[in-house]
């Protein structure tokens, strides 16, 4: 029995003397590479490095550069288009206009809502949507009136008087491209709501839309559809 621990005494202090050098040669190697990292690191990427380094100089030049021209930018929007004064025109220029296709929206579906009476045989319906469209012409004419009374501004004077509308009007059969200043074409735009209120029950039960076919009162109702989202 001693003679059989002496045995594994003897392998168990070889394997370790053998793990101790075979450690040793490890970080010798380790030692030996970092020394000589550190004698090439100098001449690794050498002349790349230059040229990185310009490269990135060159990056944070750009940058500034754009920082620079949106800092400017945003000062001259800032200075013409988003002060007080040019807000309150903006906001005078909708609230004079924006009324004009808000009532041709509706005159739209007034008109729908004739199609859908006329195609159901509903004259009480039919009328109603009649009336509503006669309504709507007078209201977008008397309230073109009061806004062209009271512009405020040069600016809206100009607009009403010299703004050019381009739009569409079936003439003889076809349509012709027509130009009017917003003052006059706001006002023509709002008769043709009457007018296309004017068209028969019986015509309405028709599909058919061609303006060579059709009667002068329904090509009124063609003329809003198209110009409706021109101006």
Not at 42 to 51: C, F, H, M
Not at 55 to 61: E, G, N, P, Q, W
Not at 108 to 117: P, S, V
């Amino acid at each position: 029995g001693g003679g059989d621990e002496d045995i594994v005494q003897d392998k168990l202090e070889q394997q370790c003397a053998t793990s101790g050098t075979s450690s040793s040669q490890n970080d010798s190697a380790r030692v030996k590479a970092a020394k000589w990292l550190e004698t090439i690191s100098g001449n690794i990427l050498g002349p790349e490095q230059k040229d990185i380094m310009s490269l990135h100089s060159r990056v944070k030049a750009l940058l500034l550069l754009l920082i620079s021209v949106a800092t400017t930018g945003f000062v001259l929007i800032d200075q013409g288009l988003l002060t007080e004064q040019a807000m309150f025109r903006n906001i005078q220029l909708i609230d004079k206009t924006g009324f004009n296709r808000g009532y041709g929206f509706i005159s739209t579906i007034e008109l729908r809502e004739m199609f859908l009476a006329a195609r159901e045989g509903d004259p009480y319906k039919f009328e109603k949507a009649q009336s509503y469209l006669y309504d709507v012409s007078e209201k977008l004419t008397e309230q073109h009136m009061i806004n062209y009374e009271h512009l405020g501004s040069q600016e809206l004077a100009d607009f009403y008087n010299k703004k050019e509308c381009q739009f569409m009007v079936p003439v003889g059969g076809v349509w012709v491209n027509r130009s009017l200043a917003y003052w006059q074409y706001a006002i023509e735009y709002a008769r043709h709501f009457s007018r296309a209120g004017s068209t028969s029950m019986e015509e309405l039960q028709s599909n058919d839309m061609n303006v060579a076919t059709i009667s002068a009162e329904k090509a009124n109702i063609a003329f809003v559809f198209e110009n409706t989202h021109r101006n």
